[in-house]
Nanobody, 124 residues
């Protein structure tokens, strides 16, 4: 059974940093794309970062480029999202998602597996 479990969210001041973790179980991280999406109240779900595990290619949403970095730890079957220079507009529930694919998929409807989400709040 495929499961994704996020952690690492919390309250942080503007300009601060957080690192989110997504632990995958029930499958081996090889030919999958792992994405981070976020959804703020009253807004559509937005793609934040995308990582193709087969070739290591990454892609980021325009609003987070240069501030967020996605990485992996194969030994721990874990994907990380390092978020720096956080802004109040980054406040949202962040979700980890996975799809069996050798190339990056951008729309959220393409993803088959989702975590439960972790809240990130950026406020002074």
């Amino acid at each position: 059974q495929v499961q994704l479990v996020e952690s690492g969210g919390g309250l942080v001041q503007p300009g601060g940093s957080l690192r989110l973790s997504c632990v995958a179980s029930g499958f081996t991280l090889d030919t999958y794309v792992i994405a981070w999406f976020r959804q703020a109240p009253g807004k559509e779900r937005e793609g934040v970062s995308f990582l193709s595990l087969s070739d290591g290619k990454t892609s980021y949403g325009d609003s987070v480029k240069g501030r967020f970095t996605v990485s992996r730890d194969n030994g721990k079957n874990t994907i990380y999202l390092q978020m720096n220079m956080l802004k109040p507009e980054d406040t949202a529930v962040y979700y980890c998602a996975a799809v069996f694919s050798s190339f990056i998929q951008f729309p959220d409807w393409a993803y088959d597996y989702w975590g439960q989400g972790t809240q990130v709040t950026v406020s002074s």
